[in-house]
């Protein structure tokens, strides 16, 4: 299967603290990935990494063919971090156009990126309001609007449904596996086991360690849990569990 990422012995360590621990894994192509595990067990760290903003101590990280952190994937990677990064005192279009334009869309191309996003993440009507009066549901789509804007080959979403209601996390995950099913790959993290079973392939996270790496099915019929989250306990109990 044609990979969008992989490493290996990743290792990085932040002020003497091992944070992910001699890391190995895939990310399969087209497929929407989901990076599980308890707050604080190395999730946004191992995004950065893959992203390029973070700073390895070892190991080896490749993405889309390319060492991460290259220039080249710099259109090619969408980052939509827990923290809105759009601006608050801009109306939604004008964020639009200013990432639109430091993501180096050409002037002719960038209405209708804009367009389209908005119309992907169903924005319509809301591009002249300022994004500091959006409801929380609203502001969420408009920060992934940022990430989907250059149409990337992968999507990084960093907890991107967490407080959001029933209906819109449905309704994002509904557009997740439509944006997988064009071409784009996403690795989408938390730390809700219930979206686990939304994803077509899991990685579970435990303490800078996977516990496993498999589709959903696999992961319910190796452990013979009644429940994902029950499968991650079952393979956090595990003496060595630590390596999948």
Known sequence: MPLAAQASDL???RQGHVILDRLAFTIPRGRVTGLLGPSGCGKTTLMRTLVGVQVISAGRVEVLGLPAGDPRLRPRIGYATQDPAVYSDLTLAE??????TVL???RGRLAD???RTVATLDLGGLEHRVVGTFS???LARADLAVALLAQPDLLVLDEPTVGLDPVLRRDLWATFHRLAAGG???????HVMDEAARCDHLLFMREGRFLAAASPDEM???TGAASLESAFL???SRPQAARP
């Open 11 to 13: 290792v990085v360590r």
């Open 220 to 222: 319910l019929a190796t």
């Open 95 to 100: 964020n639009l156009r200013y990432f639109g």
């Open 136 to 138: 929380g549901g609203q």
């Open 234 to 236: 079952a393979l956090a």
């Open 184 to 190: 784009a790959t996403l690795l989408v993290s938390s």
């Open 104 to 106: 180096g869309l050409p």
């Open 113 to 115: 990126a804009i367009a």
